[in-house]
């Protein structure tokens, strides 16, 4: 299995940007990769997926998926950020075909593969 490292995470003003980044160890390239979130209290939910063919579903239109296979990282940009968005936020890997990975209707347990988080904090 991969080891994935989060990065990017920072305290924001609402109406900011951030970019997360993924690390990992190894060639994910033919994985479903995924950013997930989790506010305290609540479930862990995903926020966008790639598939490996590039394809994407992002889950919210402010925020933007995307790979570099060459380097083996993984990118969530996030734009206009509000409160709600204050979560830690998880990247994820997994063998899971590619029609379901982009379906919109993955869950937490198709994933094998997690990082450790990084924090959004996101203030008005």
Not at 42 to 62: F, I, K, L
Not at 68 to 81: E, P, S, T, V, W
């Amino acid at each position: 299995q991969a080891q994935l490292v989060e990065s990017g995470g920072d305290s924001v003003q609402a109406g900011g940007s951030l970019t997360l980044s993924c690390k990992a160890s190894r060639f994910t390239a033919r994985y479903c990769m995924a950013w997930f979130r989790q506010a305290p209290g609540n479930e862990r939910r995903p926020v966008a997926t790639v598939d490996r063919y590039d394809n994407t579903m992002d889950m919210d239109s402010r925020f933007t998926i995307s790979r570099d296979n060459a380097a083996n990282i993984l990118y969530l940009q996030m734009n206009n950020l509000k409160d709600e968005d204050t979560a830690t936020y998880y990247c994820a890997a997994g063998s899971i075909l590619a029609y379901r990975c982009t379906s919109g209707r993955i869950a937490s347990a198709d994933f094998t593969s997690w990082g450790q988080g990084t924090q959004v904090t996101v203030s008005s």
